[in-house]
């Protein structure tokens, strides 16, 4: 009988561990299936964060795309509070900013949330172009609503392609002689040629052929430099991806005219043209002209006489940098500011043209038919601007020497090429400001925005 009792003891005893090994297995296999649980709720949770991420910056591009200067123009709903260092006016979100190109954040404190059935939210904090980076720097932050510990950020590197990039783009063959040196970047389009005898010190794109001179011989490239048409290796085609078209310029001017309507409009179909001189001060000096002659001098005849103009109006450069002008727009002076001048007709450059401050300032000329540089304008004439001519030339009004000494610094897009014989030395620059600082509404290149560089930071 004892030994019957021993052995039911045992099994009971035994009984007891199995079921206590049991419920600990058993606990333990649900402790890791609820950390499993919970790990793949927080990743997938923290993955949304980065789509919530993403979308802040597809957002963004979208307004660079509609307003290459948005950064300069707007603080976005989504963006963290801006401050101007040292001081300045605070951001509100959605609304003109005035401050600058430089600001800081406070921290990342405002957050536009996604459709409600995502429950997500982004913030955004934007940096500018600038002289050392010439690409918008996006970080954007996406999380579920008001949760902090699903926070997760990516940082993209946008930039646009610019006809503002360009030194030169010309719907027709180029040439340069022995004695020219290109520091920015030249096209010819319409199976237009190079023809560069000197040194460029930026790349070469031909929809024609490439040469120095006749018909044979390799450009002068400086270090940075080569050139591009449809017979190197690397082609044209690999990094333009399709001709440049004129006809898409016209879009730009449209682009202007709607935007002037928060900007600013001359209109008179009674005037032969407006006279715009710019300011110190961020205002424009607009006369009303009556008669303006663009013809060239005679060849041994009197000087061509100025405008008939009225008197001077002051305007402020308009906050979104549009200024449309129906008729011949005339321009001269100092620009303060950021704005594009477009005109159904021809842009004239009337005087000397500066910026207040080089780097932060930017001038942009759109005109439907030509560029002129007219008889009466200064025998000794600076001026910078980015320029197109979408239908003409860019040229003087003479073809023959009467004048002194013409600098040019910033950017020429011309259908039909051009020159500047009226003036007997002719200095041609590339602004390479412009790679960063491009004026409002200009015209892109293929894709409005690429981004270099996208990636995941703490």
Known sequence: MSRRHDERGSVLVTALIASVVLAVIGSSLMRGSLADLRQGENSQATNRSLHAAEAGINDYIAKLTQDHLYYAHTVHLGEATRSPAPTGPVGPKGQAWTGGLSWTYSGRDRWKALPPENDLEYDLQ???????????????TGRRVGSPSTERTLEAFVRTASIADFQMIANASITYGLTATTNGKIYAG??????????ANASLYAEGRIYQSGTSGTPTYGPNAQGYDPTTTPNIRSVIKTPIDFGNFTGSIDDVERAAVSGLVLDDPTAAGWWLDFTPAGTINVK?????????????????PSPTCDGAV??????NGAVYVRQNAIVSGTVKGRLTVATRQNIV????LRYDTRGVDVLGLMASTELIVPDWAPSNLTWMAATIAIGGQWRSANTQNVSGTLTFTGSTATFGGGYMSQYATRSYNYDPNLVFLQPPYFPVLEDAYTIELMREIP
Not at 190 to 199: C, E, K, L, V, Y
């Open 349 to 352: 450059i009337g005087g000397d």
């Open 190 to 199: 319409n199976n237009g040629n190079i023809i560069h005898s000197g040194t």
């Open 314 to 319: 002051p305007h402020p450069v308009p906050a």
């Open 288 to 304: 009303r002209c009556t008669a303006i002659n663009l013809s060239g001098r005679p060849v041994g005849g009197a000087a061509v």
């Open 126 to 140: 934007i940096e500018p172009p600038s002289a050392t980076r010439p690409t918008v720097r996006i970080r954007a």
